[in-house]
């Protein structure tokens, strides 16, 4: 039992280690040596755990790509109002900005994150439907909270789902101007929007 934990222990610190590699450059561009000396591991324990450069590229963009520290991750909403879950988005904006900033990368969080995902239909056929559906989840979420925050009555679905498109947007457009930006909740008349 110890030993699996140490296995899976040494493939995490490996993908963790592996990402900005991948955040950063092409796939094409990383070789196996430039792949052991970022990892601090030999050729043979790469193999001992990825089947190749693809496998270990698809293992970590897909750990980056499903985890809060991509700014396009669907945070779950659960019985959230909108206030509550834009604090929730914007402390996640802020925990992937210092996540990022810690491998010395500078790049906008949504630039990189759609980079990955290019790289990802590119090299990972599955990838597209990944990007699809958390898309969906996004927009699923942001309607639960609306939901949530408003008299069901009030607003319709079209405008709900409307309302949902808008505020991820806007949540988009704070990251890619953070940390330069007003992080406060945009309040949005729903009354007009009807």
Not at 59 to 74: H, M
Not at 88 to 97: C, P
Not at 98 to 112: A, E, Q, W
Not at 141 to 149: H, R
């Amino acid at each position: 039992m110890n030993r699996i934990i140490k296995t899976e222990k040494l493939k995490d610190q490996i993908l963790k280690k592996v990402l900005p590699l991948f955040l950063t450059n092409s796939y094409e561009s990383i070789s196996i040596p430039t792949i052991e000396h970022a990892t601090h591991t030999t050729r043979g324990t790469l193999y001992k755990y990825f089947k190749n450069k693809g496998d270990l590229f698809q293992q970590a963009i897909e750990q980056f790509y499903n985890s809060p520290l991509n700014v396009l991750y669907a945070v779950p909403s659960s019985n959230y109002k909108l206030e509550d879950y834009w604090k929730i988005k914007i402390q996640h904006l802020e925990v992937a900005h210092k996540y990022i900033r810690n491998f010395g990368i500078f790049l906008d969080l949504v630039s990189l994150s759609h980079y990955i995902e290019i790289q990802g239909i590119s090299l990972i056929p599955s990838f597209n439907e990944v990007i699809i559906s958390n898309n969906q989840k996004n927009l699923k979420f942001w309607e639960t909270v609306l939901i949530n925050t408003f008299d069901y009555n009030i607003v319709n679905t079209s405008s709900r789902q409307e309302l949902a498109k808008i505020y991820n947007a806007i949540f988009l457009q704070k990251c890619s101007s953070f940390p330069d930006c007003n992080l406060s909740l945009p309040l949005i008349n729903i009354l007009d929007s009807i």
